[in-house]
């Protein structure tokens, strides 16, 4: 059976509403899941009329069971579970709002709860806007912070993810970039690079590569580099001491676990070896080291999901794109990707129970 998939709308300033509308006329998307978006239905109706998309939304409420309605061919009817409020539908386009905060918040709470009752097998977020969110009254650096709060798990990591068939996506398990530190000042990185963190990360990935390649049929152990923090990999404790005090040990207590890891590797030199398929996954210091690399690959691909939550989650690898949203030219191919990307996992996952 196809695992059904919640998909938050995201802040309703951005383009959010536009690329999921946009993705759920994609043939793909049918064809692997059944997809129920959490946010306003309203919202949604607009968004279908900004792209010309010829879909029949359907509002329900969390308190009903989601009977998913039979699509055509011509016009698929999709489920649209009432999250945010009636105020999110006056939040005005392209701008910081604290009712598009409110509206991102409350679909990603609903989503999140239906999937941690089982009522779906996996959730897909579209973009939120922090400072919305800050405005809103809910302090969060981003999504997977709350997501954790939410899972009530204290250790996650943000994958962003090539899937594997396509020039510089890696090998047969595509490429994944994890981090260790994430939304945070580039001046507060320093006292997070610590021999903990990086193991868990580590460990963290092993975990989900390994996973992949069994579903598939694969039993070698992923391979995965760790990236140095400073130029040239510290230059043997000229240009800082990270690589010798905290990146290798970490990388050899990994080793000791059975982990095929390696590193503190030069970044400059590290990002190309991975895309042609000498590694499986990078463990980047922080949060531009990694998405800068591997957005230059291939952005509109790349897939953001969640590793160390007891739910499947994957969204879009950009943000809410205010220059651009409700003017119909936002790019879909991100968000099909991500959907795609949380069907399989959660089919993998289902597998694996």
């Known amino acids: 059976m196809k695992p059904t998939l919640a998909i938050s709308m995201g802040d309703p300033t951005g383009i959010g509403p536009e690329i999921i509308a946009g993705a759920?006329?994609?043939?793909?998307?049918?064809?692997?899941?059944?997809?129920?978006?959490?946010?306003?239905?309203?919202?949604?109706?607009?968004?279908?009329?900004?792209?010309?998309?010829?879909?029949?939304?359907?509002?329900?409420?969390?308190?009903?069971?989601?009977?998913?309605?039979?699509?055509?061919?011509?016009?698929?009817?999709?489920?649209?579970?009432?999250?945010?409020?009636?105020?999110?539908e006056h939040a005005p386009p392209g701008q910081i709002d604290a009712r598009g905060g409110q509206a991102a918040y409350d679909s990603l709470v609903a989503a999140t709860r239906l999937c941690l009752d089982k009522r779906v097998d996996g959730i897909v977020t579209a973009p939120l806007q922090k400072k919305s969110?800050?405005?809103?009254?809910?302090?969060?650096?981003g999504h997977t912070e709350l997501l954790g709060h939410l899972c009530g798990v204290a250790t996650t990591a943000m994958m962003l993810y090539l899937p594997a068939g396509k020039p510089n996506h890696g090998g047969p398990s595509g490429l994944g970039v994890v981090h260790v530190t994430l939304h945070m000042a580039l001046r507060e990185v320093f006292?997070?690079?610590?021999?903990?963190?990086?193991?868990?990360?580590?460990?963290?990935?092993?975990?989900?590569?390994?996973?992949?390649?069994?579903a598939e049929g694969r039993h070698?152990?992923?391979r995965i580099a760790v990236s140095a923090l400073n130029p040239h990999a510290g230059e043997s404790g000229r240009f800082g001491t990270e690589e010798i005090d905290c990146i290798?040990?970490?990388?050899?207590?990994?080793?000791?676990?059975?982990?095929?890891?390696?590193?503190?590797?030069?970044?400059?030199?590290?990002?190309?070896?991975?895309?042609?398929?000498?590694f499986d996954a990078v463990v980047a210091m922080y949060h531009d080291q990694g998405h800068i690399a591997l957005k230059l690959l291939?952005?509109?691909?790349?897939?953001?999901?969640?590793?160390?939550?007891?739910?499947?989650?994957?969204?879009?690898?950009?943000?809410?794109?205010?220059?651009?949203?409700?003017?119909?030219?936002?790019?879909?191919?991100?968000?099909?990707?991500?959907?795609?990307?949380?069907?399989?996992?959660?089919?993998?996952?289902?597998?694996?129970?």
Request: glycine fraction near 6%; aromatic fraction near 4%; charge should be negative.
């Open 24 to 88: 759920l006329t994609d043939p793909a998307v049918a064809t692997w899941c059944t997809p129920i978006v959490v946010g306003r239905t309203e919202i949604m109706r607009r968004a279908s009329r900004v792209l010309g998309a010829n879909i029949d939304w359907i509002a329900c409420s969390a308190s009903e069971q989601l009977q998913v309605p039979e699509s055509s061919a011509q016009r698929p009817r999709i489920l649209c579970l009432e999250a945010a409020s009636e105020e999110s």
């Open 248 to 278: 290798a040990p970490a990388v050899l207590a990994a080793q000791r676990l059975g982990i095929d890891a390696s590193g503190p590797w030069a970044v400059d030199t590290l990002m190309p070896k991975a895309a042609q398929g000498q």
């Open 220 to 222: 070698s152990p992923p």
């Open 133 to 141: 969110l800050d405005l809103a009254g809910h302090s969060w650096p």
């Open 191 to 214: 006292e997070h690079i610590t021999h903990a963190n990086i193991l868990k990360t580590i460990e963290l990935t092993h975990d989900y590569f390994s996973r992949l390649a069994n």
């Open 298 to 353: 291939d952005m509109f691909e790349a897939v953001n999901i969640t590793l160390g939550l007891p739910i499947v989650r994957t969204s879009v690898a950009h943000g809410t794109a205010h220059d651009i949203a409700w003017k119909g030219i936002a790019q879909c191919g991100g968000m099909v990707q991500a959907i795609l990307a949380a069907a399989k996992l959660s089919n993998r996952s289902s597998a694996n129970r």
